[in-house]
């Protein structure tokens, strides 16, 4: 005990192992999730032209686990890693659906995205652009993310739901869904109102065995898969969530591993492939890179901020390391066939709960492994359980609105920019383009010039690109 208590620096952050051992498991249970939605798009969306259902189910679970726990022993962090989402839509709809990529192909070009990014790490180029974002665009990128979170969690409750004549409107309260979406969050705000240690995970909890009687009393049968071939059952949960587990054990033959490192043999492949150009591939890869790159300097930087990690100048202390092992992670992904793994925002569910160190990465990482063994009991957790925690949490990071320094139109108009985008559009790298390229446009405009900071300029200039990559591809057709 002596020695994790040093190892992590629990009393120089203020923690101890009861509380970050909660914050792993607050963190795992609202990202759980992945195991069953990665393989659910890589391989059921792409019509059996993926890799393997259940070889995909063990591979997130690995990749995951050993990433997770690296980032809490190397970076000594309460940041977790899964396989991104958005990232394995682009590999399922884009590369295979669309591109007709065989899925190996496909997985190498992840892998060398992890590559190029892994590099940038290594020459500091990365850091340094971490270095040159100003303190206000800082701080917006965690209150942006706070209001992402929140939505997710509201569309994952279907409090809100796409709209016949709007892009969204509010959900049918009707539901029994709703209900425990609802009771879930009132628990919680009653708990954190009290001070109530693991109020987060334990409305996770309650919230479940709700959903579980509710399902049952409604009848557990799944109704006919929707367009994304999903199931629900007559109460709105998603098939085999909310339900008692009918099998406790996973299934450990050979060819549930089979899909690892198969991309190894097709990285050099992928570039002579008659069927898609080598500049399509590229086009790609920076796409990729682009959004893996800002995706997880966002995510640190708005998570570390609601922790209390960043230093005055709105850095993270060491974050060379996190970096580091976030790339490493890109590349694993892609060679381990479960799509670019990277930093979870998810990962603010534990901060909210109190972790503050690597303890809780390792607690979630080892989580994961042993999620191997036991993935249908994870399985059990309707999204409508863990949507209040994003929600809360939301709320959280939201709160740091109170630091912004409110200043003139040059200054204020990028922090709006960076703050809506990023739920409106669904996508921390939207957000982060769209406050970054209005910033220097409006510096620019108001004489303002040599306040940019060169990398802002290459940065924003990277960031004009990635808006017209759609138009550039449509000539490489």
């Known amino acids: 005990m002596a020695f994790l208590s040093k190892y992590f620096k629990f009393a120089e952050r203020g923690t101890n192992i009861i509380t970050e051992s909660r914050a792993g498991l607050t963190t795992f249970m609202v990202m759980s999730y992945i195991i069953f939605v990665n393989p659910g798009i890589l391989s059921g969306a792409t019509n059996g032209k993926g890799p393997d259902f259940m070889a995909t189910v063990v591979a997130t679970c690995l990749a995951a686990g050993i990433m997770t726990?690296?980032?809490?022993?190397?970076?000594?962090?309460?940041f977790a890693m899964a396989a991104g989402l958005g990232l394995n839509a682009v590999v399922a709809y884009d590369l295979i659906n669309t591109r007709h990529m065989v899925w190996q192909d496909a997985m190498a070009v992840i892998a060398w995205e992890g590559i190029i990014i892994t590099i940038l790490v290594l020459t500091g180029l990365r850091q340094a652009v971490v270095r040159a974002i100003p303190m206000n665009l800082k701080?917006?990128?965690?209150?942006?993310?706070?209001?992402?979170?929140?939505?997710?969690?509201?569309?994952?409750?279907?409090f809100v739901v796409p709209g016949s004549g709007e892009p969204v409107t509010l959900g049918t309260f009707v539901q029994p869904t709703i209900v425990v979406f609802v009771f879930g969050l009132a628990l919680a705000l009653a708990l954190m109102a009290k001070k109530v240690p693991g109020a987060l995970l334990i409305s996770i909890l309650a919230s479940t065995i709700l959903a579980i009687v509710i399902n049952y009393i409604m009848g557990t049968t799944a109704g006919t898969p929707d367009a994304?071939?999903?199931?629900?059952?007559?109460?709105?949960?998603?098939?085999?969530?909310?339900?008692?587990?009918?099998?406790?054990?996973?299934?450990?033959?050979?060819?549930?591993?089979?899909?690892?490192?198969?991309?190894?043999?097709?990285?050099?492949?992928?570039?002579?492939?008659?069927?898609?150009?080598?500049?399509?591939?590229?086009?790609?890869?920076?796409?990729?890179?682009?959004?893996?790159f800002f995706d997880t300097v966002g995510t640190v930087i708005g998570v570390g901020e609601e922790a209390g990690l960043l230093d005055k100048d709105g850095n993270l202390p060491g974050i060379e390391r996190v970096l580091l092992v976030d790339s490493i992670g890109a590349l694993a992904g892609g060679l381990m066939s479960t799509s670019s793994n990277t930093t979870y925002i998810e990962s603010a569910a534990g901060v909210g709960e109190g972790g503050r160190t690597g303890f809780t990465a390792v607690v979630v990482g080892l989580l994961f492994l042993v999620a191997i063994l036991f993935a249908p009991i994870a399985g059990i957790v309707p999204a409508q359980a863990t949507a209040p925690a994003l929600v809360v949490v939301g709320y959280l990071m939201f709160s740091g609105v109170k630091q912004m320094e409110w200043g003139e139109m040059d200054d204020l108009f990028p922090v709006l920019a960076t703050i809506i985008v990023m739920p409106l559009t669904y996508s921390i790298t939207n957000g982060l383009a769209a406050g970054f390229v209005s910033y220097v446009f409006l510096k620019v405009l108001h004489g303002k010039a040599r306040e940019i900071h060169p990398l802002m300029w290459v940065v924003s200039l990277s960031f004009v690109v990635y808006f017209f990559i759609p138009w550039i591809q449509t000539f490489t057709k």
């Open 69 to 78: 726990v690296a980032m809490g022993l190397v970076a000594n962090y309460p």
């Open 139 to 158: 701080r917006a990128i965690g209150i942006g993310i706070g209001l992402f979170i929140l939505f997710i969690g509201l569309a994952n409750a279907g």
């Open 228 to 292: 994304s071939g999903n199931a629900y059952t007559p109460a709105g949960f998603l098939a085999g969530s909310a339900v008692a587990p009918t099998k406790w054990f996973f299934d450990f033959s050979g060819s549930n591993f089979s899909t690892l490192f198969q991309p190894v043999g097709h990285l050099i492949s992928v570039w002579t492939q008659p069927e898609v150009p080598f500049i399509t591939v590229a086009l790609v890869v920076f796409s990729l890179m682009l959004s893996d």
